[in-house]
Structures are given as C-alpha cells and as structure tokens.
C-alpha cells in the first residue's frame, strides 16, 4: 500500500464541537492526498519534458465506488506551465487520460473537528480504445501526438488539442478533458464526461478499455475543431464554449440515468443559462434542460441526491491558484420535476430554467473554519457523497469535495510570494436527514481492484502479442497497483 501525508485542517474555529449534533451541513473532516509520481508505471516524458506519471490534478471529478473507495480525475494535462512550442494547443500535453482508485476514510480525533481524512491510493488506470484514434502529426514545434505505449489494440486518449479530426464529436479523436466520473452501480464500469466534445463514454473500471460512446444532442457541437481555445471560438458559432464543455457528471441512484452539465452557456444560448442534459443508459435518449447561474461564471460539478434532485457545483474562478481571494463556491439545490425541454431552442433560455435553492456555500463555511479566502483553492470541481458516518449518536450523510489543483502543488503568487503549498485537498460535511430528506444512496456491487501488473512498454514483438493476450485474459490492462 502506498501512503502519503495527510494534512489535517488545524485552523478551525474552535467550539464547533458543540454544534455538531445540530448543525448540517458542517464541515466534519479535512485531508490532503499528494504524491511525485501516481502508479500508471509510465516512464516516458511530455512534451514540456514533466514526467508523463505525474500526480495532480485529481480534484476534477470523484466518484463513490463502495466502502471506502473511490475513483478521482485529473483533466487533460498539466497545462498551466507554459512550453516551448506548447503555445499552438494551449499548452496542452501528451499526457494520456486516467482515473486513479483511491482509499478515503474518516478517523475521529481530539481535534477541533470530530475526523481526520485518511487517503491512499490503490491504483492507476489509462484510458484507450480499442480502435484506431486520430492523432496530431508532427510539426515544426511539436512531436507527432501519438502516445508511444500504443499498440495494435490499445490506443490511448490524452489531453493534447490538436489530437482531432472532423467536428468536435467525432468518437475517433484521442483528444480527452476529463471533468465528470461515475460509477455504473455493478461496479465493473465508469462513465466520463469531458469539455473537449463534449462526450459521455462508458469505460472498463478494471482495463480503462472504452466500451461505449453516447451520442449528445447535436447543439452541444462545435462544427469546427481547433488546437487553440481563440480559433475554436472564432471559428464556430454554435455549440459548447471551448474549454467549457460537460464539467459535471451525475448517475440517478437506480444506475439508469446519466446527467451531465455544461460548464458555461453554449454559444447560441445567452443570459447566463447553461444546460443539463439527461441520457437513458440502456437506450441512448437524451434530453435538455437550462440550469441559470446565480453567482458564479460556471458550473463544476452535479451530484444526484435521488431521480429528480441533484446538488450543482457553481463557482467563480477566484482564489488559491489564482491570485486572488475566492469568492463563489456553492452548492445550489435543483429540482428537474416537471421542467420544460430546451431541445431546439436558443437565445434566452430564463423562463426554463429548473427550480434552485442555495444548500451549501463552501467558501463561507471554510471561511467560518478559518481558512483564509485566498487559500481556499480555486478550482473546486468534484463532490460525490460517501458512506455515513455517526457522530455523538447522529447518523450524518458525508459530502466530499475536491479541487483541481492543475498539478500544481506548490502556488507563488502576490499573495503567497514565498510559495503555499496547493495540494489534492478533500473536505468533508455531514448532512443530516432534515438536509437532505428525500436523499437515496447509490447501491454499488464491490470495485474490483485490479491485478498487481506493471505497465510494459513493450513492442509489436511476439513477447509483447502474447503478454497483452495475457493481460485480457486476467481483465487487467495496463493497470498498475499498489
């Protein structure tokens, strides 16, 4: 098993004790989870010459799989350095998608808060294709984007723009921003959503094989793909903003419905309206809602609370990480009862927009925790609710959020200028049943762990044929674990 530090949140507002058995939701627990290197075994560099098993990132999405377990996403690569020649796909990287199954567990302490977040992490998993992809060929700046673990039945998706061909949907382009995971309730598959397409994909939760593609409503697509987040803009007049795509995934309790959320209008719709689009898992049928923004420049994150109620993840994007304070990080409340379709429609989509409530501002109760508001991370991207938890006789809901801290775990800014550390944070909230009356948990069959194999980079040799028939066979491709 592999363990990393754990950073307990010692700033916190003394007293609170007392309120715990009333007051939900309230911050119960805090931990970090950090690391050099994660267990995909890659041992290859990107373009920027960072290694390409970097850790980072994970806090775009987090998904409950079970017990203690849980699956988290880092997005499509670490493009906040700037690179020679990374100027022509925004400083993206070859840096091939993956999700990475780690342990979360609350222990009581003596501290101001009642938990303390134990974090592990278990495994790494790459996401391919069985099927020949679209790669970028090599320019005057750049490598061709073709990973070199590919080979003749596993090809690899990664962060790199230029990695299309065709309009934005085309379900051949390697080119993957991870943002939203789910886990289908026997276990054995996860959903992703992504900004690039936007696409929703079905993958092998043990090999990272993709196994199905869902087919989004046509208005979500850009007809014109470019490598650079001014030229797509430019170049279309329909379709997902570049670079804000489907950033939230949800899955109904009953693992029959997916719904995900773009992050930012599409650009035919106006008046700060973004849409929520709902997918039928066994028969592909989609439909289309508008969600309004209240405070925030976009949306991060959607969690079903049961078939019809869900938690939006709706913030600006201030604070640590970018120079600045935060300042809009809240969970609204919505309600999809009964709300009128936005299929084919454009422009001011107000007078559809679902019912909303405020549940939960995060930065307040941080705040209130006494955290700085410029420490309070920018980027909080993935909620997920995990096992209960009792706390002074009180059965409490647990609510665990994350950042994206775009691999970066050290920020110098105006603020910090001698540096602060900016790690993969978690911060957990108990909810009550008053909070949430009508809350179904997702009932999950056990998350196999996949089998303790290190990642061979190996040729088209016959060592290497039957070594991948090998690894079919025990359903446990280029996994590493701990």
């Known amino acids: 098993m592999t363990r990393f530090k754990i950073c307990l949140g010692a ?26 290197q994660d267990l995909s075994g890659l041992n290859t560099l990107m373009e920027s010459g960072l290694a390409a098993n970097v850790f980072g990132g994970i806090g775009s999405g987090i998904a409950y799989a079970g017990g203690d377990t849980f699956y988290v996403l880092p997005d499509r690569s670490p493009n906040a350095t700037a690179y020679t020649g990374g100027a022509t796909v925004d400083n993206t990287q070859s840096y091939i998608s993956r999700f990475h199954q780690v342990e979360l567990s609350l222990a009581s302490t003596t501290g101001a808060l009642p938990f303390a977040v134990s974090a592990s992490l278990k495994a790494t998993t790459l996401l391919s294709s069985t099927t ?3 790669y970028a060929a090599a320019s005057a700046s750049l490598p061709s ?8 039945d596993s090809f690899y998706f990664t962060g790199r723009a230029d990695n299309f061909s065709g309009n934005s949907t085309n379900p051949n382009n390697a080119r993957l921003d991870p943002e939203g995971i789910r886990v289908a309730n026997d276990g054995k598959s996860v959903f992703v959503s992504d900004e690039y397409g936007p696409y929703i994909y079905q993958f092998n939760a043990t090999n990272g094989e993709r196994i199905k593609t869902f ?7 850009a007809a014109n793909s470019r490598a650079t987040e001014l030229a797509e803009i430019a170049d279309n007049t329909t379709g997902r903003t570049t670079n804000k795509g489907m950033e939230g995934l949800a899955i109904t309790p009953d693992g029959k419905t997916l719904v995900g959320i773009m992050q930012a209008p599409l ?9 929520i689009v709902t997918v039928d898992i066994a028969s592909g049928a989609t439909k289309e809602f508008a969600y309004k923004l209240t405070d925030g420049s976009g949306v991060s994150e959607i969690l079903a609370i049961n078939d019809h109620e869900f938690l939006v993840d709706e913030r600006d994007g201030k604070g640590l990480g970018d120079n600045s304070a935060a300042a809009v990080k809240k969970l609204f409340k919505i309600d999809i009862t009964g709300a009128q379709s936005v299929a084919g429609l454009a422009g001011d989509l107000s007078n559809y927009a679902v019912a909303k409530r405020e549940f939960l501002d995060i930065k307040s109760a941080l705040v209130a925790a006494g955290v700085d508001a410029k ?13 209960d938890v009792s706390l002074n006789g009180n059965l409490l809901h647990t609510l665990w959020v994350t950042n994206d801290n775009d691999f970066l775990s050290v920020v110098t800014d105006a603020n910090h200028p001698t540096g602060i550390a900016n790690p993969n944070k978690f911060y957990v909230f108990g909810l009550s049943d008053s909070d949430l009356p009508n809350f179904m948990s997702q009932n999950i069959s056990s998350v196999p762990l996949p089998p303790n194999l290190a990642l061979m980079l190996s040729g088209m040799g016959v060592f290497a044929f039957v070594l991948r028939r090998k690894r079919k066979h025990q359903d446990g491709v280029l996994v590493k674990s701990a």
Do not use: C, H, M, Y
Not at 11 to 18: E, I, K, P, W
Not at 267 to 275: E, I, P, S
Not at 375 to 387: H, N, S, T
């Open 11 to 36: 700033a916190l507002v003394a007293g609170l004790q007392s309120s715990f058995v009333t007051a939900a939701p309230v911050l119960i627990g805090t931990g970090t989870l950090s690391a050099n």
């Open 375 to 387: 420490d309070i991370p920018a980027k909080i991207e993935g909620i997920a609710f995990g096992k």
């Open 145 to 152: 984007g073709v990973p070199p673990q590919n080979n003749f």
């Open 267 to 275: 650009l035919q719709d106006t008046k700060k309206n973004v849409r």
């Open 215 to 221: 087919n989004l409503p046509a208005s979500l697509t």
């Open 132 to 134: 020949a992809l679209n």
